[in-house]
């Protein structure tokens, strides 16, 4: 079956300091993988999302950046936080109807 | 840009009672889902429908499209204090580049025992 991880769950960094978030997909191939904030209480703004290894597509401009250095990888990263970056990331796949959803990070930039 | 517009924004109903929650969006779509989160915690896909579809049915949901006013309704029957979440609307716009899915804002169910 397939599944999606992703951590870690909750991360406390402090401004300025770099930042990976990992997503790791089992039991596909090939899959679509997004990464998306979520303010508290909002929905859900895309932030990256990728077809294939070394295709990523930005749909917000700002200090975070995305990579897919394998199939079933994608890693969320910022060389400097700020702490308008604190949210929850969510990191989820697709390969045709519905979406399947990571349990999430809830990153505060302090 | 948020496509999705849910409404309401919060809901409180009693126990047994249906909730029905609603969703306009902007452009051309090829499907709208619904999605439900606990608080702190990732998305479930619910359900989706399909452009060409008007109603879909799984378990005490049901949903309806209509795509000449760009609204879809998610209806929960007999509604239960387990159902207390947030409900997302997404639209899905399949692009040369693959798909992407938009959000709404969210309505938040309360369901009160």
């Known amino acids: 079956s397939q599944t999606i991880h992703q951590w870690p769950a909750t991360l406390v960094q402090p401004v300025g300091s770099p930042l990976s978030l990992e997503c790791t997909v089992e039991g596909t191939s090939n899959p679509n993988l997004y990464w998306y904030r979520q303010a508290a209480g909002r929905g859900l703004q895309l932030l990256f999302y990728?077809?294939?290894?070394?295709?990523i597509s930005s749909e917000v401009p700002q200090n975070l950046s995305a990579s897919r250095p394998q199939d079933r990888q994608f890693i969320l990263s910022s060389k400097k936080l700020l702490l308008s970056d604190s949210g929850f990331y969510l990191c989820a796949w697709s390969r045709g109807d519905g979406y399947t959803f990571g349990s999430g990070t809830r990153l505060t930039v302090v | 840009s948020q496509q999705g517009e849910e409404d309401p924004q919060a809901l409180s109903i009693q126990e047994g009672e249906n909730a029905t929650m609603n969703c306009s969006y902007k452009t051309s779509i090829n499907n709208l889902q619904w999605y439900r989160q606990n608080s702190g915690r990732g998305l479930v896909h619910l359900i989706l429908i399909r452009s060409n579809e008007r109603e879909k049915h799984s378990g005490r949901l049901r949903v309806t499209l209509d795509t000449s006013k760009k609204s879809s309704s998610l209806l929960i029957t007999a509604s239960r204090a387990a159902d207390t979440a947030s409900y997302f609307c997404?639209?899905?716009?399949?692009?040369?580049?693959?798909?992407?899915?938009?959000f709404g804002e969210g309505t938040q169910l309360t369901v009160n025992p």
């Open positions: 997404a639209t899905e716009a399949r692009e040369t580049s693959g798909s992407r899915l938009t």
């Open positions: 990728s077809v294939g290894i070394g295709q």
